[in-house]
């Protein structure tokens, strides 16, 4: 009798509400603007041979939903079904979403045994007290969840929009020479923004106290084969800048 009542309990647990898996709505969540650049307007700098005397990025990204997740940490769930380890250092594929009591659910599919059932997250990535089967679209209840803190971590999800302007290069300090000085121009390709796309070396007299390139205007206190001291008096971004 006790153990047909075990067999009944388990059969219960795993009997959870139908669920329907959809695909994730709504990939693209937003664009910003992304803009750095290592100088003050009207500030004294100093920049050594081999770093930027300028540098800008100017350009505008979009943000996608994640396709990915990692854990915060090692983490173990105990379900009707068994107990399984997960770990942190592992990505966890967005499996598709779901409706739990009126509210939205990201799936993540489990990628170690058993690969069947998937975890439910919120918007902050806290996991739902409930597994889904993936081959039965069953929410079935979990036991327990260690650690209870824990969270997951939407992998960045960002691509440069080539629609719109793109501006990515710096002028590397390069020392003097005779009676020049030399920058060397180095701009970055929006398909591999970390590879310089073209190289191209600047010299400029040193008797000169002001000195131009493109927009940007610079005052030139000291050039020696050490360093440089400057002050960007104006680089045409001024009026920019601080919109998105």
Known sequence: MKKLAGILVCVISFCGCSARIMPVSDM???????????????QSQTAYIGQ???????FKVKRFKPRY??????????????SFDGFKDKVYPVYGETIVDDKKYT????????SVFGLL?????????KIL???????LVLLNIHPLGLKFIGEEN????????????????GGVSNNSFQLSYRDFSPKNPLVPASFQNLFYDLSQNRIRY????????????????????????????NKT
Do not use: C, W
């Open 28 to 42: 693209l969540i937003g664009q910003e603007r992304l803009f750095q650049k290592n100088y003050t307007i009207g």
């Open 133 to 139: 089967n993936l081959a039965m679209h069953q929410e």
């Open 214 to 241: 493109g927009d940007i205007i610079i005052e030139i206190h000291i050039a020696t084969n050490e360093r440089i001291e400057y002050t960007v008096i104006s680089d045409g971004l001024e009026k920019i800048e």
């Open 158 to 173: 960002k691509y440069i929009d080539l629609e719109h302007k793109y501006q990515n290069f710096e002028l590397i300090y």
């Open 69 to 82: 997740y990692h854990a915060s940490e090692d983490f173990k769930i105990n379900a009707p079904f068994g």
């Open 121 to 129: 997250i919120d918007d902050e990535g806290i996991v739902l007290n």
């Open 52 to 58: 930027p005397v300028i540098k800008i990025k100017d």
């Open 107 to 114: 799936v993540l599919k489990f990628v170690d045994p058993p």
